[in-house]
């Protein structure tokens, strides 16, 4: 199934004079804990100096007051999306509170209790408090600390020329956005059948702080280090696994999104917003004060709480679903969501991994993609589970179809077959950034203890430190390596955060409807 990816790929740069995916468009967003200088979650609002976390187009917060999260917009450059990351990280270290830090990992530490976690704010409007109910309910759900798991996206648009191109290759009359949309679903469907190796080759979060477990005793298959430190031998990323929010929903309330057409996958979404289920139902919609604690009592309150390590997205209106922005307009890009925050990059990624991310997306892309059924689906969860938790076992081996493979070979075969992109990817005589990219994730196919979550246990043995020891070192390391914005650059930014502001307080004056009709009108889109 492989060999179809090359054979696409060169057919397009057979019919293109120079390189198709020039014009294709990269975003990060970063999500980051606050912590005080004892390690443990800041109890501190979000700060005013940073702006409105309602408004503000590159500084928000994600579930909690805490979990910050840096956005950048989609450029045609890495370099200049990795520069806007790193020029809002160093703009939020010049106004963190006195002692704070960027927690550097994506397991949190110091965190006893669940309402340890304070919960994101956005103000008195109509939609500040839906978002902030929102969380209410994904608190309610699943449990605040599940919540405060940090992790990067990958966002991703192929450009016009390059679609264009690939619908004349595929025998299309013109180019549609029905076309686009379904060639975005093909990619989504294999980054769920080969999406394992991204926890493979970028886990990191093999260890967590025993503070996670509240006091309850840490699951059987986890050994003790240190102080306080639990671990699994062979993990990569604990995040995707078990113990994270996204692996949470196993039971009654759970339904697998269909991703073989866009009309499914809305369907789905659709259904699940509307569907009544019984386990929310009975923890009711208002608290014991008659506050909303969950904007509905269905399966889903809107799309964003289904997890996946994919989605496809489009662009939405003022106030509109996302789920109808993309049954009206198609898919816009993808987002990759199986990142775990880099402890080995002060920007919790680094161009290496976004090169090797751009050409193995492409290769899912262009990869035979057939539809999948809920048996295939629940496979490849498993899969990733299990690479999640005992991926660096060399004799570890994963589910194909009804064949078992070892990781280490089905690997080497992706791997492979993504180097012959690679080639074609290396714009000749400039530096090969991406097969150099692709065979650095080939030394840790064979060979485990390259992978961050390998590096990052063999750490702690070797210095003898618990995972709260090394979080605070490396998130110290990195506010150091942290760098003063040029003058005009701070001043820019400063404006953003005011002008941020201001729109937040016009948004708050301008709400002429009480929150119920907000709410409803808002429900009632999907009638």
């Not at 309910?137 to 990067?152: E, H, S, T």
């Amino acid at each position: 199934m492989y060999e179809i990816a090359r054979h696409r790929l060169e057919s397009v740069y057979k019919r293109c004079s120079e390189n198709p995916l020039q014009g294709r468009m990269v975003g990060v967003e970063k999500e980051c804990l606050r912590v005080g200088p004892d390690g443990t979650l800041s109890t501190l609002a979000h700060p005013i100096e940073l702006g409105s976390a309602l408004t503000h187009a590159s500084i928000t917060t994600d579930f909690s007051e805490a979990l910050l999260e840096i956005v950048t917009p989609p450029y045609e450059k890495l370099g200049d999306t990795l520069k806007h990351l790193s020029d809002v990280q160093n703009f939020v270290y010049s106004k963190l509170p006195e002692g704070e830090l960027l927690w550097a990992t994506s397991m949190p530490c110091g965190l006893k209790l669940d309402c340890d976690v304070p919960i994101g704010r956005y103000g008195t409007s109509n939609i500040g408090r839906m978002k902030n109910i929102y969380r209410r309910g994904l608190g309610l759900r699943y449990g605040r600390k599940m919540q405060a798991i940090a992790g990067v996206h990958y966002n991703y648009s192929y450009p016009d020329t390059f679609w264009n191109i690939l619908a004349e290759v595929e025998g299309e009359s013109a180019l549609s956005s029905e076309f686009v949309t379904a060639q975005y679903f093909a990619l989504a469907r294999n980054i769920l059948r080969f999406g394992w190796l991204v926890p493979y080759l970028f886990g990191a979060s093999p260890a967590v702080c025993g503070t996670f477990f509240g006091g309850k005793q840490p699951p059987d298959v986890m050994k003790k280090h240190a102080h306080n430190t639990y671990y699994e031998p062979y993990a990569t990323s604990l995040r995707m696994g078990d113990i994270g929010y996204q692996n949470n929903r196993d039971d009654a309330t759970t339904v697998n999104a269909s991703y073989n057409s866009v009309d499914e996958y809305v369907g789905f979404l659709k259904s699940a917003i509307n569907t009544p289920a019984e386990q929310y139902e009975k923890l009711g919609l208002f608290d014991a004060d008659g506050e909303y604690q969950q904007l509905n009592t269905h399966l889903l309150q809107i799309e964003n709480e289904h997890y996946s390590s994919i989605r496809p997205k489009q662009i939405t209106e003022p106030m509109e679903m996302p789920a109808l922005a993309m049954e009206r307009r198609g898919v816009r890009y993808v987002e990759l969501r199986s990142l775990d925050v880099n402890a080995y990059d002060p920007l919790g990624i680094n161009e290496e991994q976004c090169r090797f991310l751009e050409s193995f997306m492409l290769f899912c892309m262009l990869c035979e993609s057939p539809p999948m059924d809920a048996k295939e689906q629940m496979q490849c969860k498993q899969n990733l589970v299990s690479v999640a938790h005992r991926g660096r076992d060399p004799d570890h081996t994963l589910q194909r179809g009804s064949e078992t493979i070892s990781l280490r070979q089905w690997g080497s075969e992706i791997l492979d077959n993504v180097g012959e992109l690679c080639d074609l990817l290396d714009v000749q005589g400039q530096p090969k950034v991406y097969c150099n990219s692709l065979s650095q994730q080939l030394h840790k196919i064979h060979d485990p203890s390259k992978t961050p979550s390998g590096v990052m246990l063999q750490e702690l043995v070797d210095n003898d430190e618990d995972f709260f020891t090394f979080g605070i070192r490396k998130s110290k390391e990195h506010q150091d390596a942290a760098k003063v914005l040029a003058h005009e650059k701070q001043q820019a930014f400063e404006k953003s955060v005011a002008e941020s502001i201001a729109k937040q307080a016009k948004i708050e004056a301008s709400d002429t409807i009480s929150f119920e009709e907000f709410l409803q009108n808002y429900q009632a889109q999907l009638s």
